[in-house]
């Protein structure tokens, strides 16, 4: 038995709530992947304004700011998007501030269309983001030279595509 389902058992006796309804609260929770076989829950669709959007929907709006090489916010998206497939330094290693800049340069003023790949274990949406122009963001910080294919995760997708 996990320890918070212990703790939830402990708390229903105590406070008198239905042992049934601790099982609707859990319903509300799913577990979720950091695409390294971790998993930990995040709040499910009706949890409120951090829900995560569900895999497979697309999220689409204007960059708002970068993160670092290979994480950015999109207005109206209170998540930060970690995009998928991609590995870049990060901003505080060597190569870092290079990779953020280019991601400014490439994503920074752009319209993005991100499609939900998976959730990360730190409540991240990780998603494959293209620009309205078709062109993939992970393609082309590839493709500059400041950052590399997550193999792990992405299985060789841009196994194509070589820095310039």
Excluded at 56 to 62: F, I, K, L, P, W
Excluded at 98 to 104: G, H, I, N, P, V
Aim: proline share 4%.
């Amino acid at each position: 038995m996990s320890g918070s389902l212990l703790l939830g058992l402990a708390v229903s006796i105590v406070f008198g709530f239905e042992p049934s309804l601790l099982n609707g609260l859990a319903a509300q929770f799913r577990p979720v992947s950091d695409n390294s076989g971790n998993t930990s829950s995040v709040a499910g669709e009706h949890a409120g304004p951090r829900a995560l959007p569900p895999i497979g929907a697309v999220v689409r709006g204007d960059v708002e700011r970068v993160v670092d090489g290979d994480s950015l916010h999109i207005r109206g998206i209170a998540t930060q998007i970690r995009l998928w497939g991609l590995d870049a330094p990060e901003w505080n290693e060597k190569g870092g501030t290079a990779a953020t800049r280019m991601l400014e340069r490439i994503a920074g003023r752009e319209q993005l269309d991100c499609t939900v790949i998976d959730h990360d274990r730190y409540g991240r949406i990780v998603g494959r983001c293209n620009r309205t122009d078709g062109q993939d963001i992970a393609a082309l910080m590839i493709r500059s030279g400041t950052a590399t294919e997550y193999r792990r995760y992405s299985g060789g997708y841009y196994s194509n595509v070589s820095a310039e």
